[in-house]
């Protein structure tokens, strides 16, 4: 598509730093690849061994094209507009007045709401990223040395993960993805060391079919450790051959092939290991006193810890190239980045300190994100693209069929995201404030009561730690 007209995109493009095929590959896999996946074998729980392989398969093959036809579409916005690369936000306004004239009166504030549910996506990640690291660290330390509160380890964490931060360019994060990768993955082997121990009789599990009543708690599970489409897109534009990036062999495909085979294989073991034991997540199911599962939980931890400068990006991208720095004239671009750089991890960790547990909220904001923009908005996108009488959309107009279809499917996970993702935030922060509210009434209690504290501390860290992979 992006030769149709005699104007390429792709030979216009002007990228500082561009990312290899290899470094995309890598960028990719580390974006897609995160604690999620140690949700997948309670998703398994719900919905049975070859159902949820086949739903899992369904899935990804839809987020996929999904992001496939966006970044299809924003190449054909960047040709009729003439320009190197237009963003998410702009394609979605030159789309939409191109459209019916019901898209056309809100094309502009298409593109505003683009980058919001972008950057609080992405911010609401980075914060739970750093709750989910300090959790990590202080159920390690904890054991080993002594038990201090979940905010210290917060607050230093925030304070490490400035210098990373500071690296402005995708190209110099590769190193960082690559060692991402391994820790996570030598992480996930370690963990196959208690999951292959003690293994039952494979037809004591669901083979077929789950608790087919909890089957939407699957699809939450399953879509949210797919996708992240402010990555995906932000690694396409900066590619030194963006063409390579989309097709069906394409690097984009061939990452996500890597991660589904992964992702099937840890959800099968774990929930063929555990059963109805399973927990929230399958770090919870092995033992916290044995060295292997700590360091397994210690090298997973260090790889969200390697993976927060990767999703920061985006946020940092929006701010400057989308707002501040749009016209390119802004005086000393690179000092002020660097300063707004300072001030977005200072800031994701203060809302860690005030908040620990945002699990609840960030289910409602991803929600919104993976039925917006990785669904409904690419749908509405190239319906609009193809809505002047000089376009068509195909024999029987299988283009407008698909994309209405996609646009419902996105729709009724949004429906259906939010009201759990509501549920769940009544659940999980009523049942918190009661607990608050507890306090010592007699002097005599104090032993017991620190023990209370003590034990209350670590189960709230196994918590957020559950509230951080339910969302990822």
């Known amino acids: ?55 899992l398969t369904l899935c990804c093959f839809l987020l996929i094209h999904g992001m496939q036809l966006l970044i299809i579409s924003m190449v054909e916005c960047s040709r009729r507009m003439h320009v190197g690369y237009a963003t998410y936000p702009e394609s979605m306004n030159y789309s939409f007045s191109q459209g019916p004239k019901c898209f056309k009166s809100c094309a502009k504030a298409g593109g505003y709401i683009v980058d919001v549910v972008l950057a609080c996506s992405h911010y609401g990640v980075c914060v739970v990223y750093i709750v989910f690291v300090s959790a990590s660290f202080k159920q390690l330390l904890d054991f080993y040395w002594t038990e201090l509160d979940l905010r210290v380890y917060i607050a230093i964490i925030g304070l490490l993960l400035i210098p990373p931060f500071l690296i402005r360019q995708l190209k110099y994060l590769v190193p960082f993805n690559i060692m991402a990768t391994i820790f996570i993955y030598l992480g996930f082997i370690m963990m196959m060391y208690f999951v292959f ?43 030194t051959n963006p063409q390579h990036y989309i ?10 092939a890597l991660v589904l085979v992964s992702y099937i294989f840890i959800a099968i073991m774990g929930y063929w290991r555990y059963g109805d034991e399973i927990k929230a997540s399958l770090s919870l199911n092995i033992p916290s006193d044995d060295i292997v599962s700590q360091v397994a939980k210690a090298f997973i931890a260090m790889a969200i810890f390697l993976t927060y400068p990767l999703s920061g990006y985006v946020v940092i991208d929006i701010i400057m190239n989308h707002f501040w720095n749009k016209n390119k004239e802004l005086k000393h671009p690179v000092l002020k980045e660097l300063i707004i750089r300072v001030a977005y991890v200072l800031c994701t960790t203060i809302t860690g300190l005030i908040i620990p547990n945002l699990g609840p909220l960030l289910s409602l904001v991803g929600a919104f994100t993976i039925s917006l923009l990785n669904l409904v908005f690419p749908a509405l996108i190239e319906i609009c693209l193809y809505y002047p009488p000089e376009y068509n959309y195909g024999k029987l107009k299988w283009k407008l069929v698909k994309d209405i279809l996609i646009a419902v499917i996105g729709i009724l996970i949004l429906v259906n995201g939010t009201v759990f993702a509501i549920l769940e935030m009544i659940e999980e922060w009523g049942h918190a404030s009661e607990t608050t509210t ?34 990822f």
């Open 197 to 239: 121990s003690d293994l039952p009789s494979i037809s004591d599990r669901s083979i077929f079919f789950g608790e087919l009543e909890k089957l939407p708690l699957f699809f939450g599970i399953a879509l949210f450790s797919i996708t992240s489409v402010g990555v995906m897109l932000a690694i396409e534009s900066q590619m």
């Open 1 to 55: 598509m992006a030769d149709k007209g005699g104007y390429n995109p792709y030979d216009n493009r002007d990228v500082e730093k561009p990312l290899s095929d290899f470094g995309a590959f890598v960028s990719l896999l580390k974006c897609v690849v995160g604690t999620g996946c140690l949700a997948l074998p309670m998703a398994f729980y719900f919905a049975g061994i070859i159902n949820g392989v086949f739903l």
């Open 247 to 256: 097709g069906w062999f394409g690097i984009l495909d061939r990452a996500v």
């Open 438 to 471: 507890e306090e010592p009434t007699t002097e005599a209690s104090t032993t017991t009561v620190d023990n209370t504290t003590a034990a209350a501390m670590k189960t709230t860290a196994v918590a957020e730690e559950g509230a951080a992979i339910r969302f």
